[in-house]
Structure formats: structure tokens, C-alpha cells
């Protein structure tokens, strides 16, 4: 009776162990070590194992474990409401020489690596952040997110070259924000296939990745605020982007989502009604950027365009404006630095707003000819240094009749509906006006040694 128990109790504890998918560590390099750096008082359950699983011991905090080269170590814990607590209350992994991450994240969680829910906001936060020796990344099978669960967990992880799968196809509010950012050898992105999103999930999730050259597939239709911004922010080698799908937008989903970037071409954007600084400064300083894409949206809103293609040096067309109202500030910086824009878009819209067009132009060294302005009335800054710096800008056909006001900013400092909207144009051209404007000469007003023209 007592030699079948032992064998029951053997095959028992050998199943048991074999079903468990704990986090691994496996060193490539000798003189390799690891550890682990609570903050503010968090004080998780995370033991090791260094032997298979027979024994286990709890991880002091700040006490380094000397892994030779291919030793592995087990870990699991039993943390049912996360490894971290809040943003601050974090815990990490410190390490040295060369780690292979494998098994699944869980095993800290449920002590076996079972569980597919995140037990808790900021969970797994910066759980690796800065671990510049960690090659390869554990499985993160989890498809139920909780707030900001993996943020920054791989930040600054500089020899990691293939991200773990990601498949939750609905996700939590900055749950993957800052998650890769500064992987500069990361090559391979995961596949993304969340269809529904929450407020900047995605948020500078590869941003600084400069060896990742490909995008993942972003299938989602309706996005939330801020959801995409920075996400591939200075991944100066991205040169293939997905399609953007989405036609419910809100308040800055796309800003500066692929700023900085090696794109010759934009996507589609098929929206129709934008949202607050939904586009804003989302091409800017991609210098390869040669084509622009369509921009059929009528409805706009408050900085929609800003600085949408700001610093794109090598852009020669602009897309078709065809909105006929604008919005407050909507393409304020939209083409500013772009230096081989040779001809501007047509501008129809007769309503201004203020600062609508703000600096829209400013530095567009080839530019000759403005678009007719036709508006007859102005608005608060509408035109503010809309063509400064438009060096070989020669004509300009205006609609309205009146400078308008001077605006006090602070400290006695003034602004105007067209401060400084030609400075440095070319030194002759000419200014078609209506008869009853006055015609004063200056930077802001018809730039000196123009002529003007009665229209």
C-alpha cells in the first residue's frame, strides 16, 4: 500500500510539473544574473527555481541569482491581483549578461501559468524595462487586459529582435502604451488583431524602434482618443505601413503615430468628419515622404491637419482641401518646411476660424503662387504667418476688405489676423485686392515693393 501511494504521489508531482508553463530563463552567456527592484513599497511573490522545480525560493529584492550559461530558472508566484499595483508600485527584473525569456508570464500570477485574464491595472508594468541583456521574450497569452498591463514592460530591452504574440482582440486603456519603445534591434513586430480599442492603448508602443522596417495590421474602424499616437513615433526604418480602415475617429488618434519615419507614401485615410488633432503632426519630419494621400473629410475640428505633413522635405503635391468650413486652428502648420511643394492647394472655404491657417505654409521655399483666398471677412489670427518665409512667392489674390483689429497676447504684446503672413516672400510680386482695401504696406500687411492690383 505504501510503495503504490509513493508511485501515485510521483506521478502526480510529475504531471503537476509537467502541465505547469513556467517563466523560464535561460543564459546564452556566462556571468549572467538576475534579480529583481521593487519600488515604493511593492513587495510581489516571486520565487525561482533552480533545479527543475523540486525546491523553490522567494526573490530578495535587490539580490542578484548567477545563472552559468545554459542554466535555466523557473519562476512562478502567487500574485492575484498583479506583480504591480499602481503606476508608481512597480516591480522589475534587473539583469546581466545574455537571458532567454520563455514559458508564460502567468506562472508570476497563478503559479502555473495558466490564467488568460490580467488580474489588475499596471500589472506587469516595466517588468523588463531597461533589461538590455534579455534576447527573447516570454509568452503573454492573456486575452483579457486590465489598464496599462504591459506599459513600457519592454522599454529600452535593446537586444530583443522579435516581439511575443499579442492576442487580445479587446483591450484596456494604455495597456500596451510605451510597451516596446526603444528597442532599437526589434525587427518583427506582432500581429495586432484588436478590433476594439481603448484610449491610448497603443500609445508609443514601438516608438524608437529604428530596425523595425514592417507595421502590423491595425483592423480596427472605430478608434478613441489618443489611441495611435507616437506608436511608431522615430522608427526611422519603418518604410511599410498598413491600411487605415477607420472611420470614426477621435480626439488624437493619429498624432504623430508615424512622425519621423522612412514612408515614402501615406495611406488612405477614407474619414469623412474628423475629430480634435485627429491628424496632427502624423507625417511630420518623414522626409521621405514623397506622395500624400487623399483628404476627403468635409466636417472638420480643432487642429485636425496641424502640422499633418510638417518638415516632409521631399513632398511635391498637396492633397485636395475640399472643406468649405473650417474649424479653429485646423491647418495650422499643415505644409510647414515643406520645402519642395512646389503649388498649393485650392482653399475654398469663405467662413474662417481662428488661426485656420495659420504658419500653413511658412518655409515653403518653392512655392510662386498662393492660393486665391476668397473670404471676405477675416478671423482672429486666421492668417498669421501663413506664408512667412515663402521665399520665391510672387502673387496672392485676397477677397477681403479689412486688416482687422490688433489682439493683445500678454505683456503688452499684439497679434493680428495676418502677423507676419509675408515676411520674406519674394522681393517684387503682386497683390490682387479688392478696390476698398486699404492698402498698407509691411510684413504683415502687402509686402514691400509688390504691386498692387484693384480686383
Known amino acids: 500500500m505504501t510503495k503504490k501511494f509513493l508511485i501515485l504521489l510521483f506521478l502526480c508531482v510529475t504531471c503537476a510539473l509537467h502541465?505547469?508553463?513556467?517563466?523560464?530563463?535561460?543564459?546564452?552567456a556566462d556571468s549572467s544574473s538576475f534579480g529583481i527592484h521593487s519600488e515604493w513599497g511593492n513587495n510581489p511573490d516571486v520565487q525561482c527555481?533552480?533545479?527543475?522545480?523540486?525546491?523553490?525560493?522567494?526573490?530578495?529584492?535587490?539580490?542578484?541569482?548567477?545563472?552559468?550559461?545554459?542554466?535555466?530558472?523557473l519562476l512562478r508566484g502567487y500574485n492575484p491581483q498583479g506583480i504591480s499595483r499602481d503606476y508608481g508600485e512597480v516591480t522589475r527584473f534587473v539583469m546581466t549578461g545574455?537571458?532567454?525569456?520563455?514559458?508564460?508570464?502567468?506562472?508570476?500570477i497563478d503559479g502555473n501559468g495558466e490564467s488568460l485574464v490580467i488580474?489588475?491595472?499596471?500589472?506587469?508594468?516595466?517588468?523588463?524595462?531597461g533589461c538590455t541583456s534579455l534576447t527573447e521574450?516570454?509568452?503573454l497569452?492573456?486575452?483579457?487586459?486590465?489598464?496599462?498591463?504591459?506599459a513600457g514592460m519592454f522599454s529600452g530591452c535593446a537586444s530583443l529582435t522579435k516581439a511575443p504574440k499579442l492576442p487580445a482582440k479587446a483591450l484596456a486603456r494604455d495597456c500596451y502604451g510605451g510597451m516596446f519603445m526603444g528597442c532599437e534591434r526589434l525587427t518583427e513586430a506582432p500581429d495586432l488583431p484588436a478590433t476594439t480599442l481603448e484610449e491610448v492603448c497603443y500609445e508609443e508602443m514601438f516608438s524608437g524602434c529604428t530596425s523595425l522596417t514592417k507595421a502590423p495590421k491595425l483592423p480596427a474602424k472605430t478608434l478613441t482618443k489618443g489611441c495611435y499616437e507616437f506608436m511608431f513615433f522615430g522608427c526611422s526604418n519603418l518604410t511599410q505601413i498598413p491600411e487605415l480602415p477607420a472611420t470614426q475617429l477621435a480626439d488624437s488618434c493619429y498624432f504623430e503615430m508615424f512622425a519621423s519615419t522612412n514612408i515614402t507614401q501615406a495611406p488612405k485615410l477614407p474619414a469623412t468628419t474628423l475629430a480634435r488633432g485627429c491628424y496632427a503632426e502624423m507625417f511630420g519630419w518623414c522626409t521621405n515622404l514623397t506622395q500624400a494621400t487623399q483628404l476627403p473629410a468635409t466636417t472638420l475640428a480643432e487642429g485636425c491637419y496641424a502640422a499633418m505633413f510638417g518638415m516632409c522635405t521631399n513632398l511635391t503635391q498637396a492633397p485636395e482641401l475640399p472643406a468649405t468650413k473650417?474649424?479653429?486652428?485646423?491647418?495650422?502648420?499643415?505644409?510647414?518646411?515643406?520645402?519642395?511643394?512646389?503649388?498649393a492647394p485650392q482653399l475654398p472655404a469663405t467662413t474662417l476660424a481662428e488661426g485656420c491657417y495659420e504658419d500653413m505654409f511658412r518655409e515653403c521655399t518653392n512655392i510662386t503662387q498662393a492660393p486665391e483666398l476668397p473670404a471676405t471677412t477675416l478671423a482672429k489670427e486666421c492668417y498669421t504667418g501663413m506664408f512667412n518665409g515663402c521665399s520665391k512667392l510672387s502673387e496672392i489674390k485676397v477677397g477681403f476688405?479689412?486688416?482687422?483689429?490688433?489682439?493683445?497676447?500678454?505683456?503688452g504684446e499684439t497679434t493680428s489676423n495676418t502677423l507676419n503672413w509675408l515676411s520674406d516672400v519674394a522681393p517684387n510680386g503682386k497683390f490682387i485686392c479688392p478696390k476698398g482695401l486699404p492698402k498698407e504696406v509691411g510684413e504683415s500687411r502687402i509686402p514691400k515693393g509688390w504691386k498692387t492690383v484693384d480686383n
Open 19 to 28: 502541465a505547469a508553463n513556467y517563466l523560464t530563463f535561460t543564459a546564452e
Open 49 to 73: 527555481s533552480l533545479d527543475g522545480g523540486k525546491t523553490w525560493t522567494k526573490l530578495i529584492n535587490d539580490s542578484l541569482i548567477s545563472l552559468p550559461k545554459k542554466k535555466k530558472a
Open 98 to 108: 545574455r537571458i532567454a525569456a520563455s514559458g508564460s508570464i502567468m506562472s508570476l
Open 119 to 129: 488580474p489588475g491595472k499596471y500589472c506587469f508594468r516595466s517588468l523588463f524595462k
Open 137 to 139: 521574450a516570454p509568452q
Open 141 to 150: 497569452p492573456a486575452k483579457t487586459m486590465a489598464r496599462g498591463c504591459y
Open 326 to 343: 473650417l474649424a479653429n486652428w485646423c491647418y495650422h502648420k499643415m505644409f510647414f518646411g515643406c520645402t519642395y511643394l512646389t503649388q
Open 401 to 411: 476688405t479689412d486688416w482687422g483689429k490688433e489682439y493683445e497676447i500678454y505683456n
